[in-house]
């Protein structure tokens, strides 16, 4: 009987709190709403993903594909760039997992160390700035830079006498690679810098001053009090980053701008390909399958890189 009555009165209070929170309520359905439209609503679409869709017939109307709707899965495993394209897409994405995640923290701590203010600031703007262009316009920036014809570091590397004729850095494959990790690092790391710094300055200072009382130089202060606050933010993006393997770390826009047909054998990623398929050759459920395949391993990597950090850590994001 009385955990009855508690049950009763707990479902009164919270429909009391329900009542008296229909002004906060009022402002959070708006946005749930357009969630729900804008990011839930339209995966029905994936079930093109099962049929042989017509656009004239429409996604309910389109029959199921062969093979009990896994035709162009298959189709897909099947083809002879298959193994490349998810080769190339992983590569890259581990090369970007290595490359990428640990210089935003160690500019983090530099400017940390600056103690000029003006100078600390104008570090970081400077930083900052390469994130706010596009990647179309970054190309633009490096086509100018790196074109054989006149491109400024064709033209240096020929006057220090390094070269003998202009090399093609946009379109030979062996510079392609390479391109995109300095151009990603250029581009992020200050903008990713941004969150362990604002890590660092939230620490107490006290700890500092009582490692240097003790005799602690800068290597110890990262060591024992700046690296153990920084870890749980660093677990956290990197399990994220993981969840973005099959998307080659994130990078359509980057690969798309610079991959062209003379370097398409590595700069080929699971996105390019499926924009490529989907909206030049109109293969929509050929191209939303691929898609599906990608979205569905990325979500095991960042399901099983969570419980990995969370094993090895105790560092994750549930």
């Known amino acids: 009987m009385t955990v009855f009555k508690r049950k009763k009165m707990n479902s009164v209070v919270?429909?009391?709190?329900?009542?008296?929170?229909?002004?906060?309520?009022?402002?959070v359905w708006p946005a749930l709403i357009i969630v729900v439209m804008?990011?839930?609503?339209?995966?029905?679409?994936?079930?093109?993903?099962?049929?042989?869709?017509?656009?004239?017939?429409?996604?309910a109307a389109s029959p199921i594909a062969s093979n009990n709707g896994f035709e162009h899965f298959i189709d897909f495993f099947s083809t002879e760039s298959c193994g490349r394209i998810l080769f190339n897409t992983v590569y890259i994405a581990f090369l970007k997992l290595i490359c990428l995640t640990w210089p935003p923290v160690v500019l983090a701590v530099?400017?940390?160390?600056?103690?000029?203010?003006?100078?600390?600031?104008?570090?970081?703007?400077?930083?900052?700035?390469?994130?706010?262009?596009?990647?179309?316009?970054?190309?633009?920036?490096?086509?100018?830079?790196?074109?054989?014809?006149?491109?400024?570091?064709?033209?240096?590397l020929q006057d220090w006498g390094?070269?003998?004729?202009?090399?093609?850095?946009?379109?030979?494959?062996?510079?392609?690679?390479?391109?995109?990790?300095?151009?990603g690092l250029w581009k992020n790391i200050g903008w990713n810098s941004i969150i362990y710094l604002g890590v660092i300055c939230s620490i107490?200072?006290?700890?500092?001053?009582?490692?240097?009382?003790?005799?602690?130089?800068?290597?110890?202060?990262?060591?024992?009090?700046?690296?153990?606050?920084?870890?749980?933010?660093?677990?956290?993006?990197?399990?994220?980053?993981?969840?973005?393997?099959?998307?080659?770390?994130?990078?359509f826009d980057q690969a798309y701008a610079f991959g062209n047909p003379n370097n398409r054998q590595v700069a080929d990623i699971l996105d390019t390909y499926i924009m490529r398929t989907g909206f030049e050759n109109g293969r929509y459920s050929y191209s939303t399958a691929v898609g599906l395949f990608k979205s569905v391993v990325n979500l095991i990597l960042l399901l099983v890189s969570n419980k990995i950090?969370?094993?090895?850590t105790n560092e994750s994001l549930f």
């Open 162 to 183: 390094l070269i003998s004729k202009p090399i093609n850095f946009l379109s030979e494959e062996v510079y392609y690679r390479p391109m995109i990790i300095l151009t």
């Open 204 to 251: 107490d200072q006290g700890l500092y001053e009582a490692l240097a009382i003790d005799g602690g130089n800068r290597w110890h202060k990262f060591r024992y009090i700046t690296w153990p606050h920084l870890k749980p933010t660093f677990a956290i993006l990197f399990i994220l980053e993981c969840g973005k393997i099959m998307s080659g770390g994130d990078g």
């Open 14 to 27: 919270a429909g009391h709190d329900w009542k008296s929170q229909l002004t906060l309520q009022a402002f």
């Open 309 to 312: 950090s969370k094993v090895m």
């Open 110 to 156: 530099l400017l940390n160390e600056l103690k000029n203010a003006r100078v600390m600031k104008l570090s970081q703007t400077l930083s900052y700035l390469p994130h706010f262009i596009g990647w179309s316009v970054a190309y633009g920036i490096f086509y100018n830079l790196l074109n054989p014809s006149a491109g400024a570091i064709n033209v240096l």
């Open 38 to 59: 804008i990011s839930y609503f339209p995966m029905y679409g994936v079930s093109i993903a099962f049929k042989d869709y017509n656009i004239f017939k429409g996604i």
